[in-house]
């Protein structure tokens, strides 16, 4: 008997996140209850409750000091009310394609539109999307149901449609195209998760080729149900939810076997009625080894497997995966970072998850790849985290003219230009080799699209508002210059840009920012007037310390007689440099005893003048100074001082 297994046997994304959050828990030390049964497979559902976890009905059954998780399934708005008005610590396991039939539901409500649900109206699943809708919500099981609910006068206000997310993909096909016959406007979302419809077809294949279908899973798991259903229409199926449920008899005279299990289903338990399938075999004298060797672990190209490193070289690691060939990892099928080595990676005896990239069965060799599996594996989480709008981590390894591709869980997603950065018109190459927060926007095949704009712009967002929340007038920050003007310099601040103008950048006379600052640059400013209304902030950068009045204030009283440079002739007189930033006067009528007729024939600029201060406005910053208080008046022609 040859065993023919289905590749993608096993827990969905969204189990495999509900189950590792409750064990994570546990395993913090965490009193944990869950909402109904975590999953619809007993033995792991025994397995919790060994290890303290409590399965309760509501959350007022929760006792003190516990904390609940939510099941993939999901549940009604009302429980999050519930859950809410009790103060319980709750952690949200909904499978993120759930949710997005919730937020499909709300808009079915707010519409006023008739919600039809394909679905069972008894699973937890579709219980929690009615919860989510209006009034106006139908649930149907099948074709049958449809066209008994869909009558003329019902479509007020429109249709939505959407579907379990383990309904049967042959009867949602034909639901959806009796319920486009009749209502070209209907809004129909496909909400088969991709993993059902995955498995589904899976079983349909693989039971055209087989004798005899084992399908694993719990009685009572919606999606192991409908696998055994696909399946029993082309060949015998039988439902095990454990091996000891194999029965001898099944086997006689079977020639092919295929094997699947539910999206509920333990990989440990999978293994278990493998194992015990093999025993089976032995009546028609195969042995357990040979069995393993024949079937459960045939060598083929995307095959994944698990292999034991039995040596590290430089360019490339060997592998044991449990069959008669040699396995060998390339570096670069060992990772995605090209400067890594494989000594820092792996060490001799590490077990990785691997996949078959080429067998060449004449010279025993297998070449795998951990980055495919990586990738494969992190795949499911980018795909989730579209409907989830999770944000994730991710890795720039390289740009190019479109924009950034960023490695996210081992998968790479590319990142338009124009979704690289907050600003138009930064440098986006500046974050290759960097870290970044993105969301993941488009999951389609190879075609995976994210956003590093949105997660900066959110991020802005709460810093602006955590700004308007705090600032005063005075209050100093330090700043990025982000863009010059003519008139001045914008800094970030937190989030908000404000002006520094051009006179608050230097006591210095300036004919641009840049003579001062330079985009990139960190500065000190504080605030001088705010526009609450308006979001708009007034800086300012120059210190009062360094003001020159100050020091000219303390420095050049009435009288005093110093030495300066001209700096600009005028019709009514000549500037004079006295300190950075200040200039005074000397008035045409100040320059000379005699008679000027032209500033430009006495002085010029550049020139040191001797001078005297004799008056100063400092409301209006205004400095009279003279050049002829300093030189005796000479005597008139009767040898007399003029008056």
């Known amino acids: 008997m040859k065993i023919k297994v289905a590749k993608t046997a096993g827990f969905c994304f969204g189990v495999n996140r509900a189950v590792k959050m409750t064990y994570e828990l546990l395993e913090q030390g965490k009193h944990v209850a869950t909402l109904g049964p975590l999953i619809h497979n007993p033995q792991c559902v025994a397995d919790l409750q060994a290890r303290g976890a409590l399965t309760v009905d509501a959350p007022e059954q929760v006792p003190e000091g516990y904390e609940l998780v939510i099941r993939s399934h999901g549940v009604p708005r009302s429980v999050y009310d519930a859950i809410a ?15 997005k039939i919730h937020r499909i539901a709300e808009q079915a409500k707010e519409e006023d539109a008739l919600l039809l649900v394909a679905g069972d109206k008894k699973h937890p699943e579709v219980q929690g999307i009615v919860g989510h809708a209006g009034e106006r919500v139908q649930v149907f099981e099948g074709l049958e149901d449809l066209e008994k609910i869909l009558t003329p006068e019902i479509s007020k206000n429109g249709i939505f449609m959407v579907a379990q997310t383990t309904f049967e993909v042959k009867k949602w096909q034909e639901c959806v195209e009796f319920t486009k016959k009749l209502y070209t406007n209907a809004k129909i979302f496909d909400t088969i998760c991709n993993a059902t419809w995955a498995r589904q077809h899976e079983a349909e294949c693989l039971a055209k ?22 399946a029993g229409k082309h060949t015998r199926a039988v439902l095990v939810e454990t091996a000891q449920e194999l029965q001898p008899e099944w086997f006689r005279g079977v020639r092919t076997a295929g094997v699947t299990a539910g999206a509920s289903t333990p990989s440990s338990i ?11 075999i032995r009546e028609e004298e195969l042995s357990f080894e040979e069995m393993i060797e024949a079937s459960l672990k045939p060598v083929y190209n995307g095959k994944v497997v698990k292999g034991i490193v039995t040596a590290v070289n430089p360019n490339e690691i060997t592998v044991d995966i449990g069959t008669k060939h040699t396995g060998f990892v390339k570096l670069e099928e060992l990772t995605n970072d090209p400067t890594a080595k494989a000594e820092d990676l792996v060490k001799k005896g590490d077990e990785l998850d691997l996949i078959v990239t080429k067998v060449n069965d004449q010279e025993g060799i297998v070449y795998l790849s951990k980055k495919r599996f990586d990738e494969n594996k992190g795949k ?8 989830s709008g999770e944000i994730m981590d991710g890795y720039v390894s390289e740009a190019n003219s479109g924009g950034l591709v960023v490695l996210v ?13 907050l600003r138009h018109g930064e440098d986006y190459t500046k974050l290759v080799k960097q870290n970044v927060k993105l969301r993941i926007k488009q999951c389609e095949g190879r075609h995976i699209v994210g956003s590093i704009r949105e997660v900066l712009a959110q991020e802005a967002d709460a810093k602006r508002e955590a700004f308007w929340a705090d600032v005063e007038v005075g209050k100093r920050y330090t700043g990025v210059v982000k863009s010059l003007t003519n008139y001045g310099a914008f800094v970030d601040i937190g989030g908000v840009d404000g002006l520094v103008h051009i006179s608050e950048l230097s006591w210095d006379r300036v004919k641009h920012p840049s003579e001062v600052v330079n985009v990139g640059d960190t500065i000190e400013v504080y605030v001088k ?19 020159p009045w100050e020091k000219f204030k303390a420095e050049y009283p009435i009288g005093t007689s110093f030495k300066a440079p001209v700096v600009s002739l005028t019709k009514f007189g000549a500037f004079v440099r006295i300190l950075p930033g200040i200039d005074g006067l000397v008035h045409i009528s100040e320059i000379s005893h005699d008679r000027v007729e032209k500033v430009g024939d006495v002085l010029s600029v550049g020139q040191e003048v001797e001078v005297q201060l004799i008056d100063v406005d400092y409301d209006k910053k205004r400095i009279s100074l003279s050049m002829k208080a300093l030189v005796e008046e000479p005597a008139d022609e009767d040898g007399e001082d003029a008056e």
């Open 85 to 99: 008005g009790h103060g319980i610590a709750a952690h949200d396991a909904t499978c993120p394609f759930v949710s």
């Open 209 to 230: 080729e087989c004798d005899l279908m084992v399908v694993i899973g719990g009685r009572h798991s919606s999606n192991t149900q409908k696998l055994a259903a696909v």
């Open 270 to 280: 999978i293994e278990e009625v493998l194992s015990s399938m093999s025993e089976e």
């Open 380 to 387: 499911e989480e980018v795909a989730a985290a579209v409907e």
């Open 409 to 421: 869980n081992n998968v790479r997603v590319f990142v338009p230009r124009s979704q690289s950065t």
């Open 529 to 547: 007037d705010l526009d609450t209304e308006n979001k708009k902030v007034s800086l300012g950068y120059k210190k009062a310390e360094d003001n």
